[in-house]
């Protein structure tokens, strides 16, 4: 690879050119703080409570320039470098940086100095720590100076009278701490304060950014580390910097270690016991040993081998870490309702006992009448509308309830008791079923359900906003629910629920057909006024991509029709990184439509290729037994080092009519509903591992180039190693005896064997 290659296991990534196609970041969280950190070291940071009160320390949303800078000055020479090539761009002759499961270490080298830094966040506490060493390789003694440096941030809510009026700094040399306020009045109850602690003894600060900074007025070489001292500045009413200065002198093959511990905290007082936890290098070493544990133990034994060492090293390790990011943070500054729930689906292949409380926080902020919000634990700055109308919130219960089901096989799990948001409280089965009512009222002259200020599409935002637009993509949504209830109501034995949704899914399935059609393929929408969205007549956004998928995954055409209605849709929508969300894109603004017709076009489901939604086509395909499709276009949105961090799925690509230089690649990595459904796609449908309420059938759907494969699947309390080859015939083999069918009875409480081997050969007409 160009910039780095994945080792120890696919458990680390090493960055080896500093100068990747943009800056590639890693993420490092605890519930209630959140980390972003690139290999130049700079991202933002956050700590959020579940009321949704958010604090900056570093950096404010997605700002992933926010600097945390080492410098090192050679105090004989004068020369200033930094640890990162930036931001002081001074060649290194040395550098990697690896980027692993919650933590990020950067070596370089320079002049004989070698300076090895590494910062993760602890399991708990809402902050980060740093460790430096310097070493030095030189082979005569040294005079050396390490300068710390963040820009502290203390923003988040909007502030009475101001940022600038309300935040001061000061040091405290007897604690070896600077300590950072914001004092206003919108925050005085909460988390507002933060500190930076060194377990060595500082010998100059600077918390004033100005004064830090000098005339430059520049983090590249700020005036006072260029002359060698910093201004042991406080800081009042004015932008701040924690900024610390170590003098060192090391003798040949002598080397110091400095540890940094920067947190947000409510007062002095917890930032006494935050120290306290991390205040030496062996209690920071312990700790960062055990979220290394943690985050190897979470992986599971579930593990594929695979043709592809890409594949297999995406799905083994960062799929699955990535996966436990979206269940702790959703989308970063909110839990969008959507966004958990689809998640859970997919954290219960891996962990049903962590989706099932993600499932039930979202039916906490669920309404006795069955609505379901946009988002909760939004934060205090806008985001999202979460108080509006989005028709698809109450569709997605189902999809997360299901999921977990197959996983687990316990009916019991229904009958577990969840408040409403408002008043009252119910099984989740009965929470499932207010759900069902509350879309199927919900709908409009044609049948069909109203669409309100959007669906998954949040920039559909004007298309149903008075009350009359209806969606043909949400009604397909209906549609699929209807289904799953339907088969969930059977499991249970509840025939009154099983014949109603089988009822209202024929009705919304006749309705679907008889004015979502047009010609060659499905529109997405009526607007208020009656009109089109996506059909033959449009301008633009002739064609979207989700009504076609969802077709067939809701049953509402077979797979003959997909087939044919895929001629017409891929030429238009294929690219070398997944079909984009529509085509052509928008270039005027519809006032009828709302805010998808202004964003520029390629970008941000205007004609993009939108991950979210091409996994909805890659479970189509497999759906349609388009095994090679689902493939190509699987691996076609998977991450590459031509795309962005290989390590990361990204939640979009650049489309082909985007107005820049650089398409097919990603600006918007991490933070993405892609990842549960990349688990779903891989082990239900490509491995073919598919879930049942009463145990598993085995179904590859590997393309036609792979001949062999194996896999373990940890299933309801057994491990299934599963050894998958191609031959003239299916066979299916269970611990050396053959069996006819390729379903495999598992109950709730598993099997009494707790290793069951499976030998599965593909005939040629599968």
């Not at 306020?181 to 919108?186: A, E, F, G, L, P």
């Not at 906003?465 to 034995?493: D, F, H, P, Q």
Request: proline share 4%; aromatic share 12%.
């Amino acid at each position: 690879m160009k910039y780095g290659n994945f080792n120890n296991n696919g458990l680390e990534y090493k960055i080896t050119n500093p100068q990747p196609p943009r800056d590639w970041f890693n993420m490092l969280w605890n519930p209630q703080y959140l980390a972003s950190v690139g290999q130049n070291l700079n991202g933002f940071s956050l700590y959020q409570n579940e009321a949704g009160v958010l604090t900056n320390l570093f950096g404010k949303q997605d700002d992933r320039s926010a600097p945390r800078n080492i410098y090192v000055r050679d105090n004989e020479t004068k020369e200033v470098w930094s640890v990162a090539p930036k931001p002081t761009r001074v060649k290194l002759d040395a550098y990697s940086c690896t980027h692993g499961l919650g933590y990020t270490t950067l070596e370089s080298k320079k002049n004989g100095i070698k300076t090895t830094f590494q910062l993760f966040v602890p399991r708990k506490e809402a902050g980060e720590i740093w460790s430096v060493t310097v070493t030095n390789e030189s082979g005569r003694k040294r005079d050396i100076s390490v300068f710390s440096v963040a820009k502290v941030i203390l923003d988040g809510v909007s502030l009475t009278y101001g940022y600038n009026s309300a935040v001061d700094g000061y040091h405290d040399k007897g604690k070896q701490r600077l300590f950072f306020r914001n004092r206003s009045v919108s925050v005085m109850t909460e988390k507002y304060r933060a500190f930076t602690y060194t377990d060595v003894p500082y010998d100059h600060f600077d918390i004033s950014k100005e004064v830090f900074l000098g005339h430059n007025l520049s983090f590249q070489m700020p005036e006072c580390i260029a002359n060698g001292q910093l201004n042991d500045s406080d800081a009042s009413t004015e932008y701040m910097v924690s900024a610390l200065q170590h003098n060192l002198s090391l003798e040949a093959g002598a080397e110091q270690r400095i540890n940094f511990v920067m947190g947000i905290v409510f007062d002095e007082e917890e930032a006494d016991e935050f120290t306290a936890l991390y205040a030496n290098s062996s209690l920071i070493d312990e700790e960062l040993e055990a979220i290394k544990k943690q985050n190897i133990a979470r992986l599971g034994l579930t593990e594929i081998n695979t043709p592809d060492a890409d594949f297999n090293n995406v799905f083994n390790v960062w799929m699955k870490h990535q996966l436990y990011l979206m269940a702790d943070w959703a989308r970063f500054y909110f839990k969008g309702y959507r966004d958990t729930l689809q998640d859970a689906a997919g954290v219960a292949v891996i962990n049903p006992d962590r989706a099932l409380p993600m499932l039930e926080k979202a039916l906490e902020n669920q309404k006795n009448n069955g609505f379901c919000p946009r988002a909760f634990r939004v934060s205090s700055m806008e985001v999202a509308a979460a108080d509006k109308h989005y028709s698809d919130s109450p569709s997605w219960i189902s999809h997360a309830t299901y999921s977990i089901l197959r996983e687990t096989g316990d009916l019991s799990l229904l009958d577990r008791i969840v408040a409403y948001a408002d008043s009252g409280e119910d099984t989740i089965w009965d929470h499932n079923l207010k759900a069902l009512d509350f879309l199927w009222n919900d709908r409009g002259e044609r049948g069909l359900a109203l669409i309100r200020h959007g669906d998954w599409n949040d920039l559909m935002d004007r298309v149903g906003a008075e009350g009359k637009g209806e969606g043909v993509w949400m009604s397909i949504a209906l549609a699929k629910a209807l289904k799953v209830v339907e088969e969930i109501a059977g499991w249970k034995g509840d025939t009154k629920i099983e014949n109603q949704c089988a009822e209202r899914y024929e009705e919304i399935k006749k309705n679907i057909l008889a004015h979502g059609w047009d010609e060659d393929h499905f529109i997405y929408a009526f607007t208020d006024a009656g009109n089109k969205v996506g059909d033959n007549a449009s301008e633009e956004g002739q064609v979207f991509i989700n009504p076609q998928s969802w077709a067939v995954l809701a049953g509402i055409i077979d797979a003959k029709k997909y087939e044919e209605i895929m001629k017409k849709i891929e030429p238009m929508v294929d690219t070398p990184v997944g079909p984009v969300h529509n085509w052509p894109p928008f270039t005027k603004y519809n006032k009828d439509i709302g805010s998808i017709t202004g964003i520029p076009q390629g970008n941000f489901t205007n004609g993009n290729v939108y991950c979210h939604a091409a996994s909805f086509k890659i479970a189509a395909d497999y759906a349609a037994g388009r095994n090679d499709k689902a493939f190509e276009t699987f691996k076609n949105i998977l991450p590459s080092e031509e795309k962005s961090e290989p390590y990361a799925q990204p939640n979009s690509y650049v489309g082909p009519s985007a107005l820049r230089k650089e398409r097919n690649v990603s600006d918007d990595p991490w933070r993405t509903g892609t990842v549960a459904w990349n688990m779903l796609n891989c082990f239900d449908n490509l491995l073919g591992f598919k879930r049942e309420f009463k145990g598993v059938t085995i179904n590859p759907q590997i393309p036609s180039h792979w001949n062999n494969l194996s896999y373990k699947r940890f299933f309801r309390g057994t491990l299934f190693k599963m050894n998958i080859s191609r031959g003239t015939t299916q066979k299916v083999v269970v611990d050396g005896v053959t069996q006819e069918s390729s379903f495999i009875e598992v109950p709730k409480n598993g099997l009494t064997k707790k290793e069951v081997t499976i030998d599965f050969q593909i005939g040629k007409n599968n």
